[in-house]
Nanobody, 114 residues
Framework: QVQLVESGGGLVQPGGSLRLSCTGP????????MGWSRQASGKERELVAS???????KYSDSVKGRFTISRDNARNMVYLQMNALKPEDTAVYYC????????WGQGTLVSVSY
C-alpha cells in the first residue's frame, strides 16, 4: 500500500532545474527521517539526500552542491530542488523514510536530455 506520493518529475534539458514534492500521512512525517532516492535503468537504487526531524541533512557526492532537500512537517511535505541537472541524473526518483523497514512512494521519472 503506497503511502508516500511523489510529483514534479518530467523532461528537462541539461543545466535545467526541477523541484520534486512528496506528501503522505502526517504520522509518517512527524516521526521519520525522510529521504530521496533514485534508480537509473540497470543500476541499484541509491539514497541521494536525507533530512532528519531535527534538520540534519546529508547528500550523496553525486548531487552535493546541486540538489537541496527540505521538509515542511506542518504540511506533510518533503521537497527536492534539483539544479544544474545532468544526463546522468536521469532516473526514477523515490521519496522514502530512512531507517528500519522504509516506506516508499511509487516514484516519479526525471529525464535529463536535449
Amino acid at each position: 500500500q503506497v503511502q508516500l506520493v511523489e510529483s514534479g518529475g518530467g523532461l528537462v534539458q541539461p543545466g535545467g532545474s526541477l523541484r520534486l514534492s512528496c506528501t503522505g500521512p502526517r504520522n509518517i512525517f512527524i516521526s521519520n527521517t525522510m529521504g530521496w532516492s533514485r534508480q537509473a535503468s540497470g543500476k541499484e537504487r541509491e539514497l541521494v539526500a536525507s533530512i532528519s526531524l531535527g534538520g540534519n541533512i546529508k547528500y550523496s557526492d553525486s548531487v552535493k552542491g546541486r540538489f537541496t532537500i527540505s521538509r515542511d512537517n506542518a504540511r506533510n511535505m518533503v521537497y527536492l530542488q534539483m539544479n544544474a541537472l545532468k544526463p546522468e541524473d536521469t532516473a526514477v526518483y523515490y521519496c522514502n523514510t530512512v531507517g528500519y523497514l522504509p516506506l516508499w512512494g511509487q516514484g516519479t521519472l526525471v529525464s535529463v536530455s536535449y
